[in-house]
């Protein structure tokens, strides 16, 4: 493969202490996980924003089950790829290394990353909308049907977050801050069109980092970016991390 970064990046890759990584649904993408927007993005006839909210869960909350369901499935069937076990790499790398995350899917920690930050909740739990149970191995209920709490009969719902939800605290907290502190940045897989997440490559940008962005299309991201791969993450965050200065390749992580 020809040189994809630039020997600025490469210089970056070699001087960097703290680095920090946003992912979305595109890093997904090469393990069969379909995406949110695109030509492949949308699932049946809806939108993100018609399912991902929660006037369309209580007004048809068989829908949306039927939606997570189908994910939690597709989910337990597949397997990290080679863009999820780069990022691993990273964080075995660099001296300091933040993962953020908006997928639900618990990919990267099947990977093996240890610190992972996920923005958006996650689809292996689920809770309660009346008492707040957490139900940490919620079976798959079958088509038409939707799970109750067995302490108070509330609705449950998958604990993720829909538009209009403010994100996790703690999460958002450790992401701003990780997004301020870095020295480099990477962007990948996602579309960027989602806040608050979308603001976490140009606040590193800001506080002085270098921002590099991988993607198979230009994303408002781009305009910013001090390098924009184009490409799978699949296959350039390997190439990337054979150029780290500790040089493993990838047969030697997967
Ligand atoms: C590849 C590839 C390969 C493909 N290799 N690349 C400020 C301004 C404007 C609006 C707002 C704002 N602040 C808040 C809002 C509203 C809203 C929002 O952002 N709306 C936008 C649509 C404009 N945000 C919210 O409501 C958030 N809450 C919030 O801000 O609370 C405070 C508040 C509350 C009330 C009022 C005001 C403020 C919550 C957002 C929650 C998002 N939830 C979802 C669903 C999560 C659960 C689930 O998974 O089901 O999160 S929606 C969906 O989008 C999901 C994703 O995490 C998220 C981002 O999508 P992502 O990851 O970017 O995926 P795609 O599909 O869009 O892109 C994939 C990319 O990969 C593409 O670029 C491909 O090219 C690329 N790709 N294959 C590399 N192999
Ligand atoms: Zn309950």
Same mark, same amino acid.
């Given at each position: 493969?020809?040189? !994809? !970064?630039?020997?600025? /990046?490469?210089?970056?890759?070699?001087?960097?202490?703290?680095?920090?990584?946003?992912? =979305?649904?595109?890093?997904? *993408?090469?393990? @069969?996980?379909?995406?949110?927007?695109?030509? $492949? @993005?949308?699932?049946?006839?809806?939108?993100?924003?018609?399912?991902?909210?929660?006037?369309?869960?209580?007004?048809?909350? +068989?829908?949306?089950?039927?939606?997570? $369901?189908?994910?939690?499935?597709?989910?337990?069937?597949?397997?990290?790829?080679? =863009?999820?076990?780069?990022?691993?790499?990273?964080?075995?790398?660099?001296?300091?290394?933040?993962?953020?995350?908006?997928?639900?899917? @618990?990919?990267?920690?099947?990977? /093996? $990353?240890?610190?992972?930050?996920?923005?958006? #909740?996650?689809?292996?739990?689920?809770?309660?909308?009346?008492?707040?149970?957490?139900?940490?191995?919620?079976?798959?209920?079958?088509? @038409?049907?939707?799970?109750?709490?067995?302490?108070? #009969?509330?609705?449950?719902?998958?604990?993720?977050?829909?538009? #209009?939800?403010? !994100?996790?605290?703690?999460? !958002? *907290?450790?992401?701003?801050?990780?997004? +301020?502190?870095?020295?480099?940045?990477?962007?990948?897989?996602?579309? /960027?069109?989602?806040?608050?997440?979308?603001?976490?490559?140009?606040?590193?940008?800001?506080?002085?980092?270098?921002?590099?962005?991988?993607?198979? +299309?230009?994303?408002?991201? *781009?305009?910013?970016?001090?390098? *924009?791969?184009?490409?799978?993450? /699949?296959?350039?965050?390997?190439?990337?991390?054979?150029?780290?200065?500790?040089?493993? $390749?990838?047969?030697?992580?997967?």
């Amino acid at each position: 493969m020809t040189a !994809l !970064l630039s020997k600025k /990046g490469i210089q970056k890759l070699t001087s960097t202490k703290h680095a920090a990584v946003l992912t =979305g649904a595109g890093i997904s *993408s090469e393990s @069969g996980v379909p995406t949110f927007r695109g030509k $492949n @993005g949308l699932w049946k006839k809806f939108k993100p924003e018609e399912l991902a909210n929660f006037n369309a869960f209580i007004s048809n909350p +068989e829908l949306v089950w039927e939606w997570y $369901n189908y994910r939690k499935k597709l989910i337990s069937e597949i397997r990290p790829n080679p =863009g999820h076990f780069a990022i691993k790499a990273f964080e075995d790398h660099f001296e300091k290394f933040n993962l953020i995350t908006q997928n639900i899917d @618990g990919l990267h920690k099947l990977a /093996g $990353n240890k610190n992972v930050i996920e923005l958006h #909740g996650n689809i292996h739990r689920s809770y309660c909308i009346d008492c707040g149970k957490v139900y940490l191995k919620l079976k798959i209920s079958k088509k @038409g049907k939707i799970p109750y709490c067995d302490d108070c #009969g509330g609705l449950i719902r998958p604990d993720v977050v829909w538009f #209009g939800e403010m !994100l996790p605290q703690k999460a !958002l *907290s450790e992401a701003f801050r990780a997004a +301020e502190e870095c020295d480099l940045f990477f962007s990948i897989g996602t579309s /960027g069109i989602v806040q608050p997440a979308a603001s976490l490559p140009a606040i590193a940008k800001r506080h002085g980092a270098y921002l590099i962005e991988v993607n198979i +299309e230009y994303t408002p991201i *781009s305009a910013i970016a001090d390098e *924009s791969l184009l490409g799978k993450s /699949g296959e350039i965050l390997p190439w990337i991390v054979s150029h780290l200065p500790s040089g493993k $390749n990838m047969q030697e992580i997967t």
